[in-house]
């Protein structure tokens, strides 16, 4: 008699224990610190939203919302603040069980299974997806708990497809491209229209009173595509590389292969210019990987130790992949300083100013600030690059100060980062000269790697630097 996959009862308790520790190490790294829990600018985009959704004036067609939004809104109203990174740790732990499951269905064996899940929970967009406050938490756990539904040929299916359809349009489509991809293997065609059309419809009404249907598309660049470029976001090198040796070594089971291959390649085609597309590569990387680990472990080697040799060097690279990652989700802004720089806005009375910075500080700064930011990283990229190189990098005062009053700013966050390449490269160039030498401009804060400046300030109170 064949024995039963004892897995679950096994396992399943030391992977949720592992994948806490593994989502517990940045956040407390970061509170140890003094810093805020959740890193990236892209975290305090979507809590502006949550903060702001309640307010009579919020304007429901500027802003990219999802049914996470208000799912989150109601939680906070209920439970504070505090409750966001515990409901973002919790939906990791759902996502690592629902992996689990779904490869013990998808693979029959443990070893693989087993692999797989530990890559899934060690991987860099793991840590990405579940570190920073996005709806990719909310829509990566429906899309696995959606898979594990639909290969179970529950009905269950059809509402998750129409959550995943009002929360994120990318994880939809490519929802919809795992039904696809399955039916090629089931060949269960009625099940999947019945499960296909209801979302389509709950689609449509939701975008109607929401800016929703959308695709966010970035420029595909070796830079902004693998981790190991300093993008929190990005693929791991070394994944990739091993699971391009483990697809290969599927050739075996020539029925399917050139589907899988299929499939494959146009995920990572869509990975290479949308976030959610490197999410869900991310989890074929780890089955494939989990195949070439395998694979290697098992095999007749001639010399032993050779074996064990190239198994450590897999096992270092998997481990450094993660300690780079969680190493810059722990050093990412905001800072501690930052934070306090911004926090110390929060006292002045000009609350309808704006404040002139990079716009990968903007939504962090209308956050923590409560005034608003001129350019933020979602819609003023393009805006601010012209802006910087008009009048940033220019010694005209008129010019400047021509600016900073068509745009009402009365403030100039300046960092080190903004002095060492990302907008500047010199000592002196441009603004930096003019603030330093002209009486209209004072430091109202300063710090190690965070400077603000005023400009023509409304009464008497800020006349001396509040901070040095």
């Given at each position: ?22 989502l517990f190490l940045p956040i407390y790294a970061r509170f140890s610190s003094g810093t805020p829990v959740f890193p990236s600018d892209e975290s305090y985009y979507h809590l502006g939203i949550i903060k702001s959704i309640s307010s009579d004036n919020f304007n429901f067609q500027e802003s990219q919302i999802s049914s996470f ?35 013990k269905i998808l693979i029959k064996d443990e070893l693989t299974v087993l692999i797989a899940t530990a890559l899934f929970i060690l991987s860099p967009i793991f840590l990405f997806v579940f570190s920073i406050f996005t709806p990719y938490s909310l829509v990566l756990f429906l899309f696995l708990l959606f898979v594990f539904a ?230 003023g990229s393009d805006a601010f690059s012209n802006v910087s190189n008009d009048i940033l990098k220019s010694r005209d005062l008129s010019l400047f100060k021509s600016y900073l009053d068509t745009n009402s700013i009365s403030f100039i966050l300046i960092t080190d980062d903004m002095r060492n390449g990302l907008v500047w490269s ?43």
């Amino acid at each position: 008699m064949k024995q039963k996959f004892p897995l679950s009862k096994t396992y399943l308790p030391i992977i949720i224990l592992v994948t806490l520790l593994v989502l517990f190490l940045p956040i407390y790294a970061r509170f140890s610190s003094g810093t805020p829990v959740f890193p990236s600018d892209e975290s305090y985009y979507h809590l502006g939203i949550i903060k702001s959704i309640s307010s009579d004036n919020f304007n429901f067609q500027e802003s990219q919302i999802s049914s996470f939004h208000y799912f989150m809104s109601f939680l906070v109203s209920l439970f504070g603040d505090s409750i966001t990174w515990i409901i973002t740790i919790l939906l990791g732990l759902a996502s690592t069980v629902f992996f689990f499951l779904n490869s013990k269905i998808l693979i029959k064996d443990e070893l693989t299974v087993l692999i797989a899940t530990a890559l899934f929970i060690l991987s860099p967009i793991f840590l990405f997806v579940f570190s920073i406050f996005t709806p990719y938490s909310l829509v990566l756990f429906l899309f696995l708990l959606f898979v594990f539904a639909y290969l179970k040929k529950s009905y269950f299916s059809i509402p998750l497809l129409m959550l995943i359809s009002i929360t994120d349009f990318s994880f939809y489509l490519l929802s919809c491209l795992f039904i696809v991809a399955y039916y090629f293997y089931s060949s269960n065609l009625r099940f999947s229209i019945i499960t296909f059309i209801p979302s389509v419809l709950s689609l449509l009404l939701f975008s109607f009173s929401n800016n929703f249907l959308f695709l966010s598309l970035t420029k595909a660049t070796f830079s902004t595509f693998f981790t190991s470029f300093g993008v929190i976001s990005g693929i791991s090198f070394f994944y990739l590389f091993m699971a391009l040796l483990g697809l290969f070594l599927a050739w075996s089971d020539k029925k399917y292969f050139v589907h899988i291959l299929f499939f494959f390649l146009l995920i990572f085609s869509f990975s290479l210019f949308n976030v959610q597309g490197k999410i869900a590569l991310n989890i074929l990387l780890c089955f494939f990987s989990a195949i070439l680990i395998v694979f290697l472990s098992k095999r007749e080697w001639v010399i032993v130790t050779i074996k064990h040799f190239t198994l450590l060097l897999i096992f270092c690279g998997i481990i450094f992949s993660t300690s780079l990652q969680v190493n810059q989700l722990i050093l990412v802004n905001p800072t501690n300083e930052l934070f306090l720089s911004l926090d110390s806005l929060k006292i002045t009375s000009q609350n309808q100013t704006n404040i002139l910075s990079h716009p990968d500080y903007g939504h962090m700064i209308n956050y923590f600030s409560n005034k608003e930011s001129v350019f933020t990283s979602f819609s003023g990229s393009d805006a601010f690059s012209n802006v910087s190189n008009d009048i940033l990098k220019s010694r005209d005062l008129s010019l400047f100060k021509s600016y900073l009053d068509t745009n009402s700013i009365s403030f100039i966050l300046i960092t080190d980062d903004m002095r060492n390449g990302l907008v500047w490269s010199q000592e002196d160039e441009g603004i930096l000269f003019l603030i330093k030498n002209t009486p209209d401009f004072r430091k109202t804060y300063s710090s190690d790697t965070v400077e603000i400046w005023s400009y023509d300030l409304f009464n008497d109170w800020w006349k001396e630097p509040l901070y040095e």
